[in-house]
């Protein structure tokens, strides 16, 4: 059923039904009761194609992944985020739309199809880098943006991110009341505005603490399986290796895991194993359990959501029209695969 037939079925103007659908404030309440019942029973289905045409708008969030992002990470830390950014994008007629780049694609050339092409009214980024030539095209084209990780380019944008300052103060905090002096850090790309912070807070609190800071137990390797093995295998190597590892993901954990077995070696018990990640269900099944952290992943999707939605002029009323960006709390959950004293 179209608006036409609805409006002739209630014997109400078509432009008295239509404002009453979109919440005008000049249509009385009894009046939009009545419109949005009759709605509801009859099956009306608004003409979507129409009203993004007369609007100039599409009613589309993209949330842009890159696929080498969801093979290497947690596929699940991007849906239960997903769900909290399309449930609050939900309560003003939003979709979200996610777009997943090819292996080899440029990103920036792919934000600009999404913006030049009008598929979306705005975007949603992750992967953020130390300087990110995709923030500064979105915040040059006056496009709406906002970013879950922080940068230094874009301009004054919406953000979210992880503590990871605190995750990596508790993280040392822990290990260094256990006793550990050689703690070793895997490491990602460089550039990536997560490496950065991570590298940065874990010289930090090491100094802090006066340890000292060994470059060499800092090494560079993919977040999956292989390169977790990979880089355990380099630290059982040294002469001198590390009684404790953190890395950035489980699942190069699970790798680390594996190549200890083969050593005849038992984490938790012979070297200590930290992840600075969202806990999961995989991670509480290891063998050890993983000491990791805990936060609200749905919460911090809504949160996100809002903070796009503020930047926008038709919503911002609605959020107080404030420029958010936020740092995302989260909690250290100590497991088994860390837990033992040195000395």
């Known amino acids: ?43 009306y289905a608004p003409d979507q194609a129409g009203r993004s045409l007369r609007q100039g708008t599409l009613n589309v969030v993209a949330l842009l992944l890159s696929t080498d992002l969801t093979s290497k990470t947690d596929t699940m830390f991007f849906m239960e985020l997903s769900r909290g950014i399309q449930d609050q994008f939900a309560e003003h007629g939003l979709d ?82 256990f006793g550990h002096r050689r703690v070793a850090l895997v490491t990602g790309d460089p550039g990536y505005r997560l490496d950065t912070m991570l590298q940065d807070a874990y010289r930090r609190e090491l100094v802090d603490r ?10 560079k390797a993919d977040t999956h399986e292989e390169g977790g093995y990979k880089a355990m295998t380099d630290f059982l190597a040294m002469a001198e290796p590390p009684t404790a590892v953190i890395f950035p993901h489980y699942r190069a954990v699970v790798g680390a895991y594996a190549c200890l077995s083969e050593a005849g070696l038992q984490p938790g018990h012979d070297v200590a194993i930290l992840s600075c990640s969202a806990d999961t269900t995989i991670a509480q099944f290891m063998a050890p359990p993983l000491t990791c952290f805990r936060l609200d992943l749905y919460g911090l999707g809504r949160r996100l959501a809002q903070a796009l939605l503020a930047s926008m002029p038709r919503f911002a009323e609605s959020y107080g029209g404030a420029l958010i960006q936020e740092i995302w709390p989260w909690e250290l959950v100590g497991r088994d695969s860390d837990g033992f004293h040195v000395g």
């Open 1 to 43: 059923m179209g608006i036409k037939e609805l409006a002739r079925r209630l014997n109400i103007s078509i432009g008295t039904v239509s404002r009453a659908l979109n919440g005008h404030p000049e249509v009385n309440a009894e009046t939009r009761k009545r419109v949005l019942e009759a709605a509801k029973e009859l099956g």
């Open 96 to 177: 979200l739309v996610i777009h997943l780049n090819k292996p080899g694609m440029d990103m920036l050339d792919r934000v600009k199809r999404i913006v030049e092409r009008r598929q979306a009214d705005a975007l949603i980024l992750a992967e953020t880098r130390d300087n990110d030539p995709r923030l500064d095209y979105l915040a040059g084209r006056n496009f709406p943006f906002a970013t879950m990780g922080r940068s230094w380019s874009g301009g004054s944008h919406p953000w979210m991110d992880l503590d990871f300052d605190f995750a990596m103060r508790a993280t040392i905090d822990r290990l260094a009341g």
């Open 210 to 219: 006066g340890i000292a800071v060994d470059e060499a137990l800092m090494i």
